[in-house]
C-alpha cells in the first residue's frame, strides 16, 4: 500500500466536506479539503484536520472491554467472549418476557455512519421494545413534527437554497461554528458570504452576537425561548398588511384562514417586550422578508431545544410558504436524495402523513413520536420501578450521561442498571457504566455514504468512500456488531451466522423495493435483482439497492444512470445539480396538500398565548453554545482539538458581572431548580444582558472515564443544570436553553 492518496467524505458533521487523506500504510500524514470535490470544494474544518489524531489516539478502544462488577476493573477481552458476556447479561432480563425492559439509546455520530443508520433499524426490530431513545429528542426533532404534520413525513423537511436566495432570516443557528444543520451546506460561511458579495442579505435572530450574526447584515437579540412570538407576528404582520402571497403554491394548501386567525393574538406590539425585539423592527423584519425577490426562513436548534419547540419550527415554515418562497428556487426547497428520499407520490397523490402517541411512557405519559420516547424520560424509566422497568441499556454512539438534561439523575440511573452494552469508540462518562463495551472499527476500515444529511442538502449530491484499509486484527465491522446484538436479542442467539441474517435483510428489502407503489424495479424477480447486487454484503449491498431505486438510479438495467458501482469511479462524488421544485409530488399528507395549520399544531396556540401573560424577567436565563473545535460531548481527547485557553466558561454580560459582583476568571456559582456547579466566569458583551452561556457536552472529571487528555481540561456538565422534567409537549424535545438559573460568586 505504501503512500497513497485518498479520498473521503467526512462523517464528523452535517457537511459532508470531502477529506483528502495522504495515508502511508494505515496511517493518516496529512489531511487537505478535497479540491475536487463536487460540493464542498476544498473547504474543512480543524474536526475534519483532528481524523488522524482520533485514529492514533491511544485511548480510543480497538478491542471490546468487560467491566468487572466487583472491582469495578476493565479488561480486554476477544469478540467470542464479549458477545457471550451481552448474552449471558440480556437474555435472562428477556426471558423473563417484557421486552421493554431493555432499552436502547442511540447517539449522534450514530446518524452518521453508513452501518449504524441502516443496521441501529435492524437492532430495534429484533429488540422489539417500546423503550427506544435517541439524541433526535435533544435535538431536531421539533422540525420533524412540524413539517411531519405539514408536508407528511419526518424528513420532508425544506432547506434554504443559499446559494440563491436574496435574503435569509436565521434564527437560532451559528453555521459559522456549527457548519450548519438540517441544512447540509460544506463552507457554509463561504456561501453566506457569497450571499452577501451577490448583493442579498442575511439577518441573525439570536441571543448572542455568534460568529454568524457578527457576519450577518443585522443581528436581533431575542429573549431565549420567544421565537414563536417573534414569528407570530411576523405572521400577523404579513396578514395585517397585506403582504401574504402564497403564489404557485396556492392550489396545493389547506388552512390559510386559520392561520390567520392564529395570528392574530400576536401582533408586533403585544410580543415586542417578551422577545426583546421592538414592534418597528418587527414590523420591518416582516416587510423586508415579503419584499425580497427571494428569501428564506432557517431557523435550527435553538429554536428547537426550547419549550416551544414545534410552534418555532412549524412558523418558521409557515413564514416560508405565506411569502410563496417554499419550493421556489431562492426560497427553501425540498431535496430530491440519491438515496432514501421521498420518491414522487403515486397518482393519487394523498399520503398516510404522520401519526404519533400510539403509545405513551410509562412514567410520565409522553407521547411516542416517530417510533422513540424523549430522552428526557430515559432516567425515570429506569429509576422508577414497576411493571415496565428498564433493566438492561444499549447504547450506540451516544453520551446521554452528558448530553441529555438532568444528567446527574441519569447517571445515578445507569450505575442502577442490572445490565448495559454500549458500542462505542471510547469509555467516556456513558460508557464507563456498561458492562461491556464492543468497539467499532477505525474509520479508515469503515465504508461511508451520508444516507441522513443527503436527504437535506443544498444541491443533491452523492458521494461514497469505499473503507480505505482493512480491518485490523481485533477488530469487527459496525455493521456485524450490530446485526451480532441483533441476534442476541431476539434470541437467535451471539453466535448465528451475521451473514446470513443479513442475505435474509437484503431478500426482504428487495421484495419490498419490487412490491412498491409505482417501484421501478416492479418487473424485476427478487432473484434477478439479489443477482445483479451479488458480489456486494452488509452496507454496500443495501446502499446500492437504494441508489439503484433511487430517482438518479438505473433500475438495474444497467443504462448509465447512478449505481454504487459509479461512486466508486468518482471518488469526488457526483452532482445532480440544484434543488428543483417538488410540490406536489413530495407531499404525503392525507388531504395531499400543505397542511398550514395542522390540528395538534393549532391545538398548542393556546399555551404559547397563555405564557405570554406569565413570562417573568429579572432571573438569569442559560443557553449554551458550540466552539468550531468541539463535537458534542466527544471530541475533547483530541490535544490539537482542545488546546489553548479554556473554553468551557460562563459567559456573562457586564452589566451583569457587575451586579453579581464577578470579575473575569473568577468562579462563579450556577444553580437550577436541578442541580449546580461552578464555572469560571468570561465577560462579554456579546450576550444579551440577563442571559449566561455555558457549552454543552463537557464534564469529563470522572477518573472512571479512559480519556486522558479529556480529563485533564474536564469543564463541567452543563446538563446538571438542565430540567428534564421540562419538554415541549408536541415533540418531547428537551428544553436545553433559556434555563432559568441563579448565579453568584463561588466562596
Ligand atoms: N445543553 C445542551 N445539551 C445538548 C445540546 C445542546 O445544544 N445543549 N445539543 C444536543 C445535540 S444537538 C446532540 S446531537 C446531542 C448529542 O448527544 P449524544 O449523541 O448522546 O452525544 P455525543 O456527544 O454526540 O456522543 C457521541 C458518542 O458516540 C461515540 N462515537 C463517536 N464516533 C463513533 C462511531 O463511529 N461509532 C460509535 N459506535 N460510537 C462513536 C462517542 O465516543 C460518544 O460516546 O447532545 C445534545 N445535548
Ligand atoms: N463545531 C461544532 N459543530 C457542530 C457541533 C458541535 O458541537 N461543534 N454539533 C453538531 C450538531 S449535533 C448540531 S445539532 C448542530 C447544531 O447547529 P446550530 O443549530 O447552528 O447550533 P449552535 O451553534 O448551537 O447554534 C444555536 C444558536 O442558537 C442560539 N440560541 C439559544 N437559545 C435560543 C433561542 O431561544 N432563540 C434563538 N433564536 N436562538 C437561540 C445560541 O446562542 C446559538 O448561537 O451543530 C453540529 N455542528
Ligand atoms: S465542517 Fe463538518 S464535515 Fe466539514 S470538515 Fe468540519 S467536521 Fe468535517
Ligand atoms: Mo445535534
Avoid at 446559494?163 to 451546506?185: E, H, M, W
Avoid at 414522487?344 to 410509562?362: D, E, L, M, N
Avoid at 440544484?578 to 391545538?603: D, F, M, W, Y
Wanted: aromatic share 6%; charged share 25%.
Amino acid at each position: 500500500m505504501a503512500k497513497r492518496i485518498e479520498y473521503r467524505t467526512c462523517p464528523f458533521c452535517e457537511a459532508t466536506c470531502g477529506l483528502e487523506l495522504h495515508l502511508e500504510d494505515s496511517e493518516i500524514t496529512l489531511v487537505r479539503g478535497d479540491r475536487d470535490d463536487v460540493f464542498s470544494k476544498g473547504f474543512l474544518c480543524p474536526k475534519g484536520t483532528a481524523i488522524g489524531h482520533l485514529e492514533k489516539d491511544p485511548d480510543r478502544l480497538r478491542t471490546p472491554q468487560i467491566r468487572d462488577r466487583t472491582t469495578g476493573e476493565w479488561r480486554s477481552v476477544d469478540w467470542p467472549e464479549a458477545l457471550a458476556a451481552v448474552e449471558k447479561g440480556l437474555a435472562p432480563i428477556l426471558a423473563e418476557g417484557d421486552r421493554n425492559a431493555v432499552g436502547m439509546y442511540l447517539g449522534n455520530p450514530s446518524v452518521h455512519s453508513l452501518s449504524t443508520l441502516i443496521y441501529n433499524r435492524v437492532l430495534i426490530l429484533g429488540l422489539g421494545s417500546e423503550n427506544i431513545y435517541s439524541a433526535s429528542t435533544v435535538d431536531q426533532v421539533p422540525k420533524q413534527v412540524s413539517s411531519g404534520l405539514m408536508f407528511g413525513a419526518s424528513l420532508t423537511i425544506p432547506v434554504p437554497d443559499i446559494d440563491r436566495t436574496d435574503y435569509l432570516l436565521i434564527l437560532g443557528a451559528n453555521p459559522f461554528v456549527s457548519n450548519g444543520s438540517l441544512c447540509t451546506a460544506p463552507d457554509f460561511p463561504g456561501r453566506l458570504r457569497a450571499l452577501r458579495a451577490r448583493g442579498g442579505r442575511f439577518v441573525v435572530v439570536d441571543p448572542r452576537r455568534t460568529k454568524t450574526a457578527e457576519e450577518a447584515d443585522e443581528h436581533l437579540f431575542i429573549r431565549p425561548g420567544t421565537d414563536a412570538y417573534f414569528l407570530f407576528a411576523l405572521v400577523n404582520v404579513l396578514f395585517d398588511e397585506n403582504l401574504v402571497a402564497v403564489g404557485h403554491l396556492e392550489d396545493h394548501l389547506v388552512g390559510l384562514a386559520e392561520v390567520r386567525e392564529l395570528a392574530k393574538g400576536f401582533s408586533p406590539d403585544e410580543v415586542a417586550a417578551v422577545c426583546g425585539i421592538d414592534s418597528e423592527t418587527i414590523r420591518r423584519t416582516a416587510r423586508d422578508l415579503s419584499s425580497a425577490p427571494r428569501a428564506a426562513v432557517y431557523a435550527r436548534i435553538g429554536t428547537c431545544v426550547q419549550e416551544f419547540g414545534t410552534l418555532a419550527s412549524w412558523l418558521v415554515d409557515v413564514l416560508n410558504i405565506l411569502t410563496g418562497n417554499l419550493d421556489r428556487e431562492g426560497g427553501a426547497m425540498f431535496p430530491n436524495p440519491a438515496a432514501g428520499g421521498s420518491p414522487p407520490a403515486a397518482k393519487s397523490r394523498t399520503g398516510r402523513g404522520v401519526r404519533f402517541g400510539r403509545r405513551t411512557s410509562r412514567v410520565r405519559g409522553c407521547p411516542e413520536i416517530y417510533g422513540e420516547f424523549p430522552a428526557a424520560c430515559l432516567a425515570e424509566e429506569i429509576d422508577t420501578p414497576g411493571a415496565g422497568q428498564i433493566k438492561a441499556l444499549i447504547t450506540v454512539a451516544g453520551n446521554p450521561a452528558v448530553s441529555t438534561p438532568d444528567s446527574d439523575r441519569l447517571e445515578a440511573a445507569l450505575a442502577d442498571l442490572d445490565f448495559m452494552v454500549s458500542v462505542d469508540i471510547y469509555r467516556n462518562e456513558t460508557t464507563r457504566h456498561a458492562d461491556v463495551i464492543l468497539p467499532p472499527p477505525s474509520l479508515l476500515a469503515r465504508s461511508h455514504y451520508d444516507i441522513a444529511f443527503y436527504q437535506l442538502s443544498v444541491r443533491n449530491v452523492a458521494n461514497y468512500s469505499p473503507a480505505l484499509i482493512p480491518l485490523g486484527d481485533h477488530e469487527m465491522p459496525e455493521w456485524e456488531i450490530l446485526v451480532r446484538l441483533g441476534g442476541i436479542v431476539s434470541g437467535l442467539g451471539a453466535d448465528a451466522d451475521p451473514y446470513v441474517l443479513d442475505d435474509g435483510l437484503i431478500n426482504m428489502l428487495v421484495e419490498r423495493g419490487i412490491q412498491k407503489v409505482d417501484s421501478p424495479i416492479s418487473e424485476l424477480s427478487v432473484e434477478e435483482v439479489l443477482g445483479h447486487l451479488s458480489g456486494r454484503k452488509g452496507p454496500e449491498r443495501i446502499l446500492d439497492l437504494m441508489l439503484r431505486v433511487g430517482p438518479y438510479g438505473d433500475a438495474f438495467t444497467g443504462d448509465g444512470r447512478l449505481t454504487l458501482a459509479q461512486l466508486e469511479a468518482n471518488p469526488h462524488g457526483i452532482d445532480f445539480g440544484p434543488l428543483q421544485p417538488r410540490i406536489p409530488e413530495v407531499l404525503r399528507t392525507p388531504s395531499g396538500k400543505i397542511e398550514l395549520a395542522p390540528a395538534a399544531i393549532a391545538a398548542d396556540v393556546a399555551r404559547l398565548q397563555a405564557a405570554l401573560s406569565d413570562q417573568q424577567n429579572g432571573a438569569f436565563v442559560l443557553i449554551g453554545r458550540r466552539d468550531l473545535r468541539s463535537n458534542n460531548s466527544w471530541m475533547h481527547n483530541l490535544d490539537i482539538l482542545v488546546k489553548g485557553k479554556d473554553r468551557c466558561t460562563l459567559q456573562v454580560h457586564p452589566d451583569d458581572a457587575q451586579k453579581i459582583g464577578v470579575a473575569p476568571g473568577q468562579i462563579a456559582r450556577v444553580k437550577s431548580k436541578v442541580g449546580e456547579l461552578e464555572a469560571a466566569v468570561e465577560i462579554t458583551d456579546a450576550l444579551m444582558p440577563g442571559v449566561v452561556s455555558l457549552p454543552h457536552g463537557w464534564g469529563h472529571g470522572s477518573n472512571r472515564i479512559q480519556m486522558g487528555v479529556a480529563r485533564e481540561r474536564a469543564g463541567v456538565n452543563s446538563n446538571i443544570l438542565t430540567d428534564s422534567s421540562l419538554v415541549d409537549p408536541l415533540s418531547g424535545n428537551a428544553v436545553l436553553n433559556g434555563i432559568p438559573v441563579e448565579v453568584s460568586l463561588a466562596t
